[in-house]
């Protein structure tokens, strides 16, 4: 079956930097459209950002823009997110997903993705 398996969260200050990684097994990796959404307690889960299955299409939201990069291994199975410049509001609990159709409409939306990993917890101080 399909698995998906975070890691790299954590407690940091604001400004410094992180990686996630989500590893991704029991499918074909680089057939499939990876994204990362987040969800802050008492909030909606909300997309994060998106990379195609070849990595070279690449889609963020506004928030992260110029700060976090998606990217993706296809030898290793895993998708990472560098998060640089963190701010307070982005603590949240970090998910990855895979999308198993073939177009990137509705990217952002969450049930546009098929599975989802548990999570990683990734919190800012000031």
């Known amino acids: 079956q399909v698995q998906l398996v975070e890691s790299g969260g954590g407690l940091v200050q604001a400004g410094v930097s992180l990686r996630l990684s989500c590893a991704a097994s029991?499918?074909?990796?680089?057939?499939?459209?990876m994204g990362w959404f987040r969800q802050a307690p008492g909030k909606e889960r909300e997309f994060v950002a998106r990379?195609?299955?070849?990595?070279?299409?690449?889609y963020y939201t506004d928030s992260v823009k110029g700060r976090f990069t998606i990217s993706r291994d296809n030898a290793k199975n895993t998708v990472y997110l560098q998060m640089n410049s963190l701010k307070p509001e982005d603590t949240a609990v970090y998910y990855c997903?895979?999308?198993?159709?073939?177009?990137?409409?509705?990217?952002?939306?969450?049930?546009?993705?098929?599975?989802w990993g548990q999570g990683t917890q990734v919190t800012v101080s000031s």
């Open positions: 997903a895979v999308d198993l159709g073939l177009s990137n409409t509705h990217y952002a939306r969450t049930d546009r993705y098929d599975y």
């Open positions: 029991g499918l074909t990796f680089s057939n499939y459209a």
């Open positions: 990379i195609t299955r070849g990595g070279v299409g690449t």
